[in-house]
């Protein structure tokens, strides 16, 4: 066991880096992904337990920074003392039972008789008993929607009310992969013995949820010979909505790091053709070493610019346009995007997302389809953008396709909603070019 100086000294320095980080990601709007690797990066002293717990509590602070703002620094200046948040996010998280984390609580004076006692699993109970062992006047209960921003709670609908989704945002997500080699059961059984513990989604053929630690995926012969690739279970959905079928040829139009171009040529069982671009030619780059890796050789790359299309139109069986976005669907990963994003940044999107949807359509031969997805959950960006293409293009129509997680039939459109299958938010629209 640690002893308690040497807890609290690791605190301490964990504390000076987690507040590095929170001023990047919070006043200077930077994602925390490129704000945690660089700094890491540029400390070598910390060791592995330290990274590991350096990222756990910053992305902690933001998933609970609704909350936690109450009690931190208004100015955020280089003299301001973060411990008592990162204290906080502990309570919150559920964390502060845990060894590994008793340095922040006894450097911050949370009394041991309150420890005890914060076995509730109401996190705004938990923190609202540590304000009060603080001192610390509450205004107001700690209310669900302020763990998101204000203007969020009208650009979105979630089915069963907003308190709901934002219980889901506050879960950490599971890490999903997909199998791309023929033989699932080996791969499934190499998974099994590094110790990974893989289960099979039961509703997407080839998504396996890892649920265990006990070894870096990445560094697997599995994942270095391509056959799994780190790919969420939502996107994975995206490919049984399009479909594609063997011998076919498909464009994806924002390919990005081709996640999907490779689940495309992996669902035609690499017979055909998927055309990927990207106005980004580094990333077509990465798919590029991607798919040598997996001995994918049905994929051509072309830098696109969103408005000229490709040398022959119409050419297209199926055309994907997984739009860039907001990316509010994946705040489960990105904690801190959810205050980094403003709202005048959902309409600049849309502006991009519409002129997309439009200029990949000419690529769509008659008969073929249309595939529109985001990570988005706001409607602006989903339904708002379809609807529009749809009053100005005559000549596409949705098409109902079956719900890949419910299996319930569609109108042409719907939303993975994270209880679907404890995935990102995403949504899809499909729509047919007619004859």
Avoid at 70 to 99: N, Q, Y
Avoid at 134 to 141: I, S, Y
Avoid at 376 to 383: I, K, V
């Amino acid at each position: 066991m640690l002893s308690d100086r040497k807890q609290q000294s690791q605190a301490r320095a964990i504390t000076g880096a987690v507040t590095f980080l929170l001023r990047t990601v919070l006043a200077e709007r930077r994602p925390a992904d490129r704000a945690l690797a660089a700094l890491l990066r540029e400390h070598h002293e910390f060791g592995s337990r330290d990274r590991r717990m350096i990222s756990e509590m910053a992305y902690a602070v933001l998933r609970w920074w609704g909350w936690l703002r109450r009690i931190a620094p208004a100015a955020m200046a280089e003299s301001d003392d973060f411990g008592p948040v990162l204290a906080a996010a502990c309570v919150a998280e559920g964390m502060h039972t845990a060894e590994a984390w008793q340095g922040f609580i006894q450097d911050r004076n949370v009394p041991q008789e309150l420890i005890s006692t914060l076995q509730q699993p109401d996190a705004a109970g938990r923190l609202e008993a540590l304000f009060r062992a603080w001192q610390l006047p509450l205004d107001a209960p700690l209310q669900k929607n302020d763990l998101v921003p204000a203007w969020v709670l009208a650009e979105a609908a979630p089915p069963h009310g907003w308190p709901e989704l934002i219980d889901w945002l506050q879960k950490r997500p599971p890490l999903w992969a997909r199998i791309q080699a023929p033989d699932t059961a080996a791969v499934l059984a190499e998974l099994t013995a590094a110790g990974l513990q893989p289960q099979a989604s039961a509703h997407i053929p080839g998504a396996v949820q890892i649920t265990a630690a006990a070894k870096n995926l990445h560094t697997l012969p599995v994942y270095r010979e391509g056959r799994v690739e780190i790919q969420d279970i939502s996107s994975q959905a995206i490919g049984q909505i399009c479909a594609p079928k063997p011998g076919q040829h498909w464009w994806d139009a924002c390919a990005g790091g081709g996640g999907k171009a490779l689940l495309l040529a992996t669902l035609m069982q690499n017979r055909g053709r998927v055309t990927a671009s990207d106005i980004r030619g580094r990333k077509l780059d990465e798919l590029s070493l991607r798919a040598r890796r997996g001995d994918v050789r049905s994929i051509t790359t072309f830098e696109w610019d969103g408005r000229s299309l490709p040398e022959r139109q119409a050419a297209f069986d199926g055309v994907l346009v997984d739009a860039p976005c907001t990316g509010s669907g994946t705040w489960r990963r990105n904690p801190g995007a959810r205050w980094s994003l403003q709202a005048q940044d959902v309409e600049a999107i849309t502006v991009v997302q519409r002129d997309l949807l439009a200029n990949a359509a000419g690529g769509v031969k008659p008969g073929g389809a249309l595939v529109y997805a985001t990570c988005s959950l706001f409607r602006r960006e989903n339904e708002g953008v379809v609807e529009g293409f749809l009053a100005r293009h005559a000549e596409f129509a949705l098409e109902p396709f079956a719900h890949p997680f419910t299996g319930g039939m569609t109108t042409g459109r719907c939303t993975f909603w994270p209880w679907d299958g404890d995935g990102d938010a995403m949504f899809v629209a499909r729509l047919v070019r007619k004859s």
